[in-house]
């Protein structure tokens, strides 16, 4: 059986496509012509890349904000459900996903069988989210994918005062007025948005193993600092990004059957 999971998350899409356990694809790209040109792209990338197209897939199971706009989609599911699916698959001890996106962070508690205990959702303030790491970004004239080298090479932790990211950006122009590294700029910025996500996770209460998800859990430098505020090692796979839509996948290879 051939199942795919569409994820049409804020900033990026993600597809995963199984046949029973074998991973035949993953696509990532960002969103850049809206969520429904997103979700054709998806499936005219996923034929190019397997020969596969849409009619001869079985299930296709949808996710993220943009969940509504994916052709084929016959069932749709909660990107907390997705993510927990997907970490659980790959890892059965997991109990507590963090998930960290371009516009959200989400925190949760599941038990063996990957039933949600208790969750709690951020979309409101960007500070606790990948928006805030990219505002920063942008006033360093750094990529985002930079930011992890500039804390590896910090000496120092700079602690920055301002919560929101109206102000935090002149926040870091005046910093860098005052003669401050970019480094340890950046390595105060990862310990911030750690100890914002960490105070979610906090308070639905932290159980073993746990799982960082979402594109964000791609920066060393977040994993580290979510790591020091949490006082334990996380579990961090290299899909991160596409755990949702890999949970999708496994979600519509249950209801297929
Ligand atoms: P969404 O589903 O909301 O689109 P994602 O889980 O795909 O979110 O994550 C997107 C976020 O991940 C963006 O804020 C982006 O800046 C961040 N991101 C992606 N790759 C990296 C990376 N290599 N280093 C740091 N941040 C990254």
Redesign the pocket.
């Known amino acids: 059986m051939i199942v795919a999971g569409c994820?049409?998350?804020?900033?990026?899409?993600?597809a995963v496509l199984m046949e029973d356990n074998n991973i035949l694809a993953k696509i990532?790209f960002?969103?850049e012509n809206g969520p429904r040109e997103s979700a054709i792209l998806l499936f005219e990338k996923i034929k190019e890349q397997t020969g596969i197209p849409p009619e001869k897939i079985d299930m296709v199971c949808g996710t993220?904000?943009g969940d509504k706009n994916i052709p084929y989609a016959k069932i749709m599911e909660s990107?907390i459900v997705c993510h927990a699916k997907g970490a659980l698959y790959l890892n059965s001890n997991i109990r507590t996903i963090i998930?960290?996106?371009?516009?959200?962070a989400k925190v949760s508690r599941i038990d063996e069988y990957g039933n949600i205990e208790r969750y709690l959702y951020n979309d409101k303030c960007a500070s606790g989210?990948?928006?805030f790491?990219?505002i920063v970004?942008d006033v360093l004239d750094v990529s985002?994918?930079e930011?992890?080298k500039l804390h590896k090479n910090a000496t120092k932790e700079i602690k920055l005062s301002n919560q929101c990211v109206v102000f935090v950006e002149s926040e870091v122009i005046s910093l860098l007025n005052n003669g401050e590294e970019a480094e340890n700029i950046v390595k105060g910025m990862h310990m911030a948005l750690a100890s914002r996500v960490a105070s979610m996770a906090f308070s639905i209460g932290v159980v073993s193993e746990i799982a960082f998800?979402?594109?964000?859990?791609?920066?060393k430098?977040?994993v580290y600092s979510l790591e020091k505020v949490l006082k334990t090692k996380l579990f961090v796979h290299e899909d991160?990004?596409v755990?949702?839509a890999l949970g999708a996948a496994i979600i519509a290879k249950e209801r297929a059957l």
């Open positions: 994820d049409i998350g804020s900033t990026t899409a993600k990532l960002p969103i993220g904000y990107e998930d960290i996106g371009g516009q959200d989210t990948g928006r790491l990219e970004a985002i994918t930011l992890e998800t979402g594109g964000v859990a791609q920066n430098g977040m991160c990004q755990m949702g």
